[in-house]
């Protein structure tokens, strides 16, 4: 099949696209600025343009475009955020509506983050609570929520009647890059800084890559399956004993922690934000199970065993 994969050059679509090439599919990524080679195909994230005619005929789209959330929420930064979701999902809307042989189903990106910051049950997609008024959690932590549900309305308001939509609400997608969330927490470890985070009481919901990969290919050929869907592990835990797990895993017996305020200085020096850090997101794949998806790593031991050993 032929695949469209706007924003496929984040370490999800490098997943995602090795997973639809393995198994022969035609991939198509399209990348901000000047085309980078075979397969990628320039566009701007925002308006039509010839990258377009690659829609018309393909049979899915995946849309994974969006600015990093790894970054300070100042005004600037949930200005770009908003917009380069919001952009990017009305551009490929637009360019599903003019095709004449529209793809079959459009798998948009969205994120756990939607949900409210909970300890006391999880939340799936039928019983789950959309966050934005916590009595207990800082007032500013509502815009990601807000951003991640202008995003979905994006998509839900277009005139795209031939396509199926899903709303891909993903947690933190854990693979042996060294960059990305598992490797930093990875290196953490190895230093000895593995510990639990302002008590580690705040839940982690997570997902490994392979699973990542397995539950996409397997949402493209359900046709009885669309609107939102969470890409999460079964068993969210604690972040305290994620991050004890994790030790084990990697053979490092001690883990110092940090304060809350420890936490929020460092984000500051970092330039990213605490809420990536303290917020807790307790978030199952309500649907995902219901429907019949077996995961391979439904429990994070396992998991952050497989992990180490790949970055190994």
Not at 112 to 129: L, S, V
Not at 159 to 183: C, E, Q, Y
Request: net charge positive.
């Amino acid at each position: 099949m032929k695949m469209v994969v706007p924003g496929g050059t984040g370490q999800i679509g490098r997943v995602l696209i090795e997973a639809l090439r393995r198994r022969g599919d035609e991939v198509v990524v399209l990348s901000r600025g000047a085309a980078r080679g075979p397969g990628v195909v320039a566009w701007d994230g925002r308006t039509l343009g010839p990258w377009a005619h690659e829609v018309d005929g393909a049979d899915a789209v995946i849309n994974l475009a969006g600015r990093s959330v790894n970054c300070r929420y100042n005004k600037a930064n949930l200005t770009e955020m908003l917009a380069s979701r919001i952009d990017s999902t009305r551009a490929v809307a637009q360019a599903i509506e003019a095709a004449s042989r529209p793809p079959r189903v459009w798998l948009q990106a969205s994120t756990a983050t939607i949900y409210a910051h909970r300890h006391d049950a999880p939340n799936d997609e039928a019983t789950g609570i959309i966050g934005g008024h916590e009595p207990d959690v800082p007032g500013y932590w509502r815009y990601s929520i807000e951003i991640a549900r202008a995003w979905e309305r994006e998509q839900a308001v277009a005139n795209t009647p031939r396509t199926r939509r899903v709303a891909l609400r993903m947690a933190i997608a854990m693979a042996p890059d060294r960059d990305g969330v598992f490797g930093i927490l990875h290196r953490l470890t190895r230093l000895g800084l593995g510990g639990p985070i302002a008590g580690g009481a705040q839940y982690m919901s997570w997902i490994h890559d392979r699973d990542l990969a397995r539950a996409v290919l397997w949402l493209l050929e359900r046709e009885d399956i669309d609107g939102a869907v969470n890409l999460a592990a079964p068993e969210p835990l604690p972040q305290r004993e994620f991050m004890r797990v994790l030790r084990a895993a990697a053979g490092v017996p001690i883990g110092l922690g940090g304060t809350r305020w420890m936490i929020e200085m460092a984000a500051v020096v970092h330039r990213t934000d605490a809420e990536l850090l303290l917020k807790s997101r307790r978030v199952v794949p309500g649907r995902l199970l219901e429907a019949g998806f077996r995961f391979d790593f439904p429990s994070w031991p396992a998991a952050a065993r497989d992990l180490v050993a790949r970055m190994s």
